[in-house]
């Protein structure tokens, strides 16, 4: 039998098959040189081997097979995105224990009893457990989790304030009723949901292109399409930007279906993991909501995907596996036939030109649901403004904020940019403190005390001298962070309750979720966030968002920096004024209130943006007209990076052969990180040629020095 295994050895080896035998997609152990590994039967053997010398197939672990679709699937993502194929395994088998026969485990919950003696540390283990909703936990989980040895959750047992109990490891979900509480739609969404039920009725493959403006009610809308499918027996999958994967959408399920849907993300726990996988496989989930890697998930019966805020750029996988959640979730329901739905006020370039070619269908919802208005858009010119340089809000914005304090209403400063000051710069010769390893400045985080790398992570303490010249005390922040915008704030609006939201303040997932739960029940005046605050959340009291810099995003070279901006800015401003009664008001403050995006932004003529952004990518063959592929060779020795870099650059017949240009060796943007040198070649192509056979023709070429690694980016979102 040929085994893949989630080894990097890029083929398919011959076993002989166990006493028994196996099918294809069997989950097996083999042994590998003097280790056992983990492996999928992928077909039957290529031969030619001396059936005498055949090592044999240890056993077949006890988990549903891979299906024949997942094979499909991953075979097709490793071709499309010249990801080896043990790496896409790696991607679909991310279950831990996923070999352990059913068993039963030894799980805590709180017993509602207060324990006579209550330390500090058993305090923080009753926190944890009320964290999880009452859900049981394991001991390894509940001791991490509240930072404790196991011996205090065991006192905490005998003094008869958390239960042991046995349970069965894996359990199914609660099923969820389509018909539980009916959501009467309005407007466009009555024929909207229609169509999509129509889709997921069709049984087979379709794409369509939901869009609407933030709060038009699109998620109502899609959950009718998972209504349909939950009557039809099939499985519904949403994917969602983790951030946005909070209790609110949880809990909007519950409301709807009587249940909450199985969650798959970074922050969920071994144990719930290990459960989903295994009741995916078996059908003993319907409804998944999860992050990207949801879509390798085994589902037995898939019948609808949903991707929400489909032009969210944490879609895209930019270590390891370089995917794009979005184009694989329209690949996996292609192969499965069943509709994909993609949902945005302000979706991709790819997603609208596809829409406007026919390619998906397209369905809009025009306002925003019921009475609740979309925000009033005003540019504030900051030129004539003279702002002092350690001051961001102009005048007329702080106005803004001063009378929604006065009547109860929140207010939120948009900037996204983390930590405090992005440059440090000696005052005394005008050195600026960069990365030790990287080609990047250092960016001041005074909430952590230190200067922090944004490329490799690396800090190191705020010198008190110069690094370069030696003076001391000289050493000064230029530019701000939301951390010395919330300083600026503090200052004008002494009385006022201040949260900043961003991803480095908060230890866990968890924590950030609940600080947003927390502002969205009005426990914060003015609210100072990057771009995290721009997905999903709703806050029924905010109805003021001021934009620090809308010019942020349009220094950059990068092709999609006006895209971007748009997106970013229309989906902040969208957070204003989502309740009925009060009327939202989004302030941009720029420094170039002619630019045509600012313009673009301003004006509320989306389709002419769209037209005008895709007219510009037209002529310049640029995606989705013509087709990208990052080439990113990295290595400790930089005279290395740059021959071999050279030298595909001249070995190019392949990429001749279909009409492809190459383009470089150039360092990259951020030349160095992680003490390892970068240069990118860059391939451009037309739309219809065969991209990836000549791309891995190219790269089969060159012989790679053993130091060097190359990594291929097809689609490239960022140009780091
Ligand atoms: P979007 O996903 O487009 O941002 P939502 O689906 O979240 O919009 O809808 C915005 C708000 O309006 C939500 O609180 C939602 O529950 C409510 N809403 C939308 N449509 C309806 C409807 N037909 N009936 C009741 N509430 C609705
Ligand atoms: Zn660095």
Same mark, same amino acid.
């Given at each position: 039998?040929?085994?893949?295994t989630?080894?990097?050895?890029?083929r398919?080896?011959?076993?002989?098959?166990p006493?028994?035998?196996?099918?294809?997609?069997?989950?097996?152990?083999? $042994?590998?040189?003097?280790?056992? +590994?983990?492996?999928v039967?992928w077909?039957?053997?290529?031969?030619?081997f001396?059936?005498?010398?055949?090592?044999?197939?240890?056993?077949?672990?006890?988990?549903?097979?891979m299906?024949?679709?997942m094979?499909?699937?991953l075979?097709?993502?490793?071709?499309? %995105?010249l990801?080896?194929?043990p790496?896409?395994?790696?991607?679909a088998?991310?279950?831990?224990?996923?070999?352990?026969?059913?068993? @039963?485990?030894?799980?805590y919950?709180?017993?509602?009893?207060?324990?006579?003696?209550?330390?500090?540390p058993?305090?923080?283990?009753?926190?944890a457990?009320a964290?999880y909703?009452?859900?049981?936990?394991t001991?390894?989980e509940l001791?991490?989790e509240?930072?404790?040895?196991?011996? +205090?959750?065991?006192? *905490?047992v005998?003094a008869?304030?958390?239960?042991e109990?046995?349970?069965?490891?894996?359990l199914p979900?609660?099923?969820?009723?389509?018909?539980?509480?009916?959501?009467?739609?309005?407007?466009?969404?009555?024929?909207a949901?229609e169509? *999509?039920v129509?889709?997921?009725?069709?049984?087979?493959?379709?794409t369509?292109?939901?869009?609407?403006?933030?709060?038009?009610?699109?998620?109502?809308?899609?959950?009718?399409?998972?209504?349909e499918?939950l009557?039809?027996g099939?499985?519904?999958?949403?994917?969602?930007p983790e951030i946005?994967? %909070?209790?609110?959408?949880?809990?909007?399920?519950e409301?709807?279906?009587?249940?909450?849907p199985?969650?798959?993300?970074?922050?969920v726990?071994a144990?719930?993991?290990?459960?989903?996988?295994?009741?995916?496989?078996?059908?003993?989930?319907?409804?998944?909501?999860?992050?990207r890697?949801?879509?390798?998930?085994?589902?037995?019966?898939?019948?609808?995907?949903?991707?929400?805020?489909?032009?969210?750029?944490?879609y895209?996988?930019?270590?390891?596996?370089?995917y794009?959640a979005?184009?694989?979730?329209?690949l996996?329901?292609s192969i499965?036939g069943? =509709?994909?739905?993609?949902?945005?006020? %302000? =979706?991709?370039?790819?997603?609208?030109?596809n829409?406007?070619?026919g390619?998906?269908a397209?369905l809009?919802?025009?306002?925003?649901?019921?009475?609740?208005?979309?925000?009033?858009?005003?540019?504030?010119?900051?030129?004539?403004?003279?702002?002092?340089?350690n001051?961001?809000?102009?005048?007329?914005?702080?106005?803004?904020?001063e009378?929604?304090?006065?009547?109860?209403?929140?207010s939120?400063?948009?900037?996204?940019?983390?930590?405090?000051a992005?440059v440090?710069i000696?005052?005394?010769?005008?050195?600026?403190?960069?990365?030790d390893?990287?080609?990047?400045?250092?960016?001041?985080?005074?909430?952590?005390?230190r200067?922090?790398c944004?490329?490799c992570?690396a800090?190191?303490?705020?010198?008190?001298?110069?690094?370069?010249?030696?003076v001391?005390?000289?050493?000064a922040?230029v530019?701000?962070?939301?951390?010395r915008?919330?300083?600026? +704030?503090?200052?004008?609006?002494?009385?006022?309750?201040v949260a900043?939201l961003?991803?480095?303040?908060?230890?866990?997932?968890?924590?950030?979720?609940?600080?947003i739960?927390?502002?969205?029940?009005?426990?914060?005046?003015?609210?100072?966030g990057t771009?995290?605050v721009?997905?999903?959340?709703n806050?029924?009291?905010?109805?003021?968002?001021?934009?620090?810099d809308?010019?942020?995003?349009?220094q950059?070279?990068?092709?999609?920096?006006?895209?971007?901006?748009?997106?970013?800015?229309?989906?902040?401003?969208?957070?204003?004024?989502r309740?009925?009664?009060?009327?939202g008001v989004?302030?941009?403050q720029?420094?170039?209130?002619?630019h045509p995006v600012?313009?673009?932004? *301003?004006?509320?003529d989306?389709?002419a943006?769209w037209?005008?952004?895709a007219?510009?990518?037209?002529?310049?063959?640029?995606?989705?007209?013509g087709?990208l592929?990052?080439?990113?060779?990295?290595?400790?020795? @930089?005279?290395? +990076?740059?021959?071999?870099?050279?030298e595909?650059?001249r070995?190019?017949?392949?990429?001749?052969?279909?009409?492809?240009?190459v383009?470089?060796?150039? =360092?990259a $943007?951020i030349?160095?990180?992680?003490?390892?040198?970068?240069?990118?070649?860059?391939?451009?192509?037309g739309?219809?040629? $065969?991209?990836?056979?000549a791309?891995?023709e190219?790269?089969?070429q060159?012989?790679?020095p053993?130091a060097?690694?190359?990594?291929?980016?097809i689609?490239?979102?960022?140009?780091?």
């Open positions: 039998m040929g085994v893949l989630t080894e990097p050895l890029g398919v080896l011959d076993y002989r098959a006493e028994g035998g196996c099918d294809p997609g069997d989950y097996v152990v083999v $042994p590998l040189g003097p280790r056992r +590994v983990m492996g039967v077909g039957p053997g290529e031969g030619g001396d059936a005498a010398k055949l090592r044999g197939i240890e056993r077949v672990l006890d988990a549903a097979p299906r024949e679709e094979r499909l699937f075979a097709r993502a490793a071709d499309y %995105t990801t080896p194929l790496a896409m395994l790696r991607l088998s991310r279950a831990p224990g996923l070999g352990e026969p059913p068993a @039963v485990r030894r799980v919950r709180a017993s509602g009893h207060e324990p006579a003696r209550l330390t500090e058993r305090q923080r283990v009753l926190d457990l964290a909703g009452g859900a049981p936990v001991l390894a001791s991490a509240a930072g404790v040895t196991s011996s +205090v959750v065991k006192g *905490l005998k008869g304030a958390i239960v109990e046995e349970a069965p490891r894996d979900y609660p099923p969820l009723d389509p018909g539980a509480a009916p959501v009467r739609l309005e407007g466009d969404q009555v024929a949901a169509a *999509l129509a889709a997921v009725a069709a049984d087979s493959y379709s369509t292109l939901l869009k609407g403006v933030t709060g038009s009610g699109k998620t109502e809308v899609y959950l009718e399409a998972v209504a499918c009557r039809r099939r499985q519904a999958l949403v994917l969602l946005a994967l %909070t209790s609110e959408f949880l809990a909007r399920v409301a709807r279906f009587g249940a909450r199985a969650e798959w993300h970074s922050g726990t144990t719930e993991r290990r459960r989903l996988w295994r009741m995916v496989s078996e059908g003993q989930a319907q409804f998944v909501a999860g992050a890697s949801a879509l390798f998930l085994p589902f037995r019966d898939l019948g609808l995907v949903v991707v929400d805020e489909e032009h969210d750029t944490s895209k996988q930019e270590e390891g596996a370089l794009n979005r184009d694989m979730a329209v996996r329901a499965c069943c =509709p994909a739905v993609l949902a945005s006020a %302000t =979706p991709s370039l790819e997603s609208w030109v829409a406007a070619q390619r998906y397209r809009d919802l025009g306002a925003r649901f019921g009475a609740a208005e979309l925000p009033e858009m005003h540019a504030i010119d900051l030129r004539p403004e003279k702002l002092p340089a001051r961001w809000i102009s005048e007329a914005l702080a106005r803004s904020v009378a929604r304090i006065a009547r109860g209403e929140q939120l400063l948009f900037l996204n940019r983390r930590g405090y992005p440090t000696c005052r005394a010769c005008g050195h600026q403190i960069g990365c390893h990287c080609d990047a400045r250092m960016v001041e985080h005074r909430f952590q005390k200067l922090v944004h490329q992570g800090t190191k303490p705020m010198p008190e001298a110069c690094p370069s010249c030696g001391e005390g000289r050493m922040p530019g701000p962070g939301v951390e915008l919330a300083e600026e +704030v503090a200052d004008r609006f002494p009385q006022a309750r900043v961003s991803s480095d303040l908060f230890g866990s997932a968890r924590a950030l979720k609940e600080q739960a927390a502002i969205a029940e009005g426990g914060a005046d003015i609210i100072i771009q995290i721009a997905k999903g959340h806050f029924p009291l905010l109805t003021l968002v001021g934009v620090i809308a010019d942020l995003g349009l950059g070279s990068d092709l999609r920096a006006a895209e971007r901006t748009f997106q970013l800015v229309r989906q902040v401003a969208g957070r204003a004024g309740s009925a009664g009060r009327r989004a302030l941009v720029t420094c170039q209130p002619e600012i313009r673009a932004i *301003l004006g509320g989306e389709e943006f037209r005008a952004e007219e510009e990518r037209r002529v310049a063959g640029m995606p989705p007209y087709r592929a990052g080439i990113i060779l990295s290595s400790p020795d @930089v005279a290395q +990076v740059f021959e071999t870099g050279a595909l650059a070995a190019d017949a392949p990429l001749r052969r279909i009409g492809a240009q383009f470089g060796p150039a =360092p $943007p030349a160095r990180v992680r003490g390892r040198h970068r240069v990118r070649l860059l391939v451009k192509a739309k219809g040629a $065969p991209l990836q056979a791309l891995a190219w790269i089969a060159v012989k790679l053993a060097l690694r190359l990594a291929v980016d689609d490239p979102q960022s140009f780091l």
